[in-house]
């Protein structure tokens, strides 16, 4: 799809969009509630959101 960009945003920026911790978040991606769209490399790679999957969970 041509000129449809998706933000994706880090762990601590959906934390902080939902106002929550960003151990909550993880929890709520280990419980199913949020899925990440990618995970980076490495033993600690950060999940990444799409922004717009968030902002339909805050309302």
């Known amino acids: ?3 449809m960009e998706t933000t ?3 762990t ?3 934390a ?3 106002g929550v ?3 909550t978040v993880n929890r709520w991606v ?3 509630r949020l899925t990440p769209v990618q995970k980076l490399p490495g033993i600690r790679g950060a999940n ?3 922004a717009d999957d ?3 969970e805050s309302a």
């Open 1 to 3: 799809m041509y000129g």
């Open 8 to 10: 994706l945003i880090t």
């Open 12 to 14: 601590a920026e959906v």
């Open 16 to 18: 902080e969009r939902l």
């Open 21 to 23: 911790s960003i151990p």
């Open 30 to 32: 280990r419980d199913g």
């Open 48 to 50: 990444l959101f799409r």
């Open 54 to 56: 968030i902002e339909r």
